[in-house]
C-alpha cells in the first residue's frame, strides 16, 4: 500500500499498528449500557489544567475491539453548571414519571 510521506499516521499505517485508545481520564462515575448493545454512555469526573468538569461520552468497540471515545458523541459540563443540569435532568425524571404510560 502506498502511502504519502506527509501522511501524518504514515509509519503506523505502514507497520500496521494498530493506535492505543485512549485512557479514561479522571473518575468513571458510572457506565450505562446503550442499546446498540456494544456501545456504552460513561460518566467521568474530570480535570483540565486545574479545572474539573463532567463528561459524558458514548464510547463504543474500535475496529480492533477495544472501547474508543464515538467522535461528536459526548460533551462537558462544567462544574458551575452542574447544579442547574442536575435540576433539569431531575425535572426531565417527574415530567417522565407523571407522564401517561406508553403502550
Known amino acids: 500500500m502506498w502511502v504519502s510521506p506527509n501522511h501524518p499516521d504514515r509509519d503506523r499505517l505502514l507497520n500496521r499498528q494498530q493506535p492505543e485508545p485512549p485512557a479514561e481520564q ?32 458514548v464510547w463504543a468497540p474500535g475496529t480492533d475491539g477495544r472501547p474508543w471515545p464515538v467522535k461528536g458523541k459526548g460533551c462537558s459540563i462544567r462544574i458551575a453548571e452542574l447544579a442547574d443540569v442536575a435540576d433539569a435532568l431531575l425535572d426531565a425524571q417527574r415530567i417522565v414519571d407523571a407522564a401517561p404510560a406508553r403502550v
Not at 462515575?29 to 461520552?57: C, D, F, I
Open 26 to 57: 479522571g473518575r468513571l462515575l458510572v457506565a450505562l449500557p446503550r442499546k446498540r448493545g456494544s456501545e456504552e454512555l460513561r460518566v467521568t469526573l474530570a480535570e483540565y489544567e486545574g479545572h474539573p468538569y463532567v463528561s459524558l461520552r
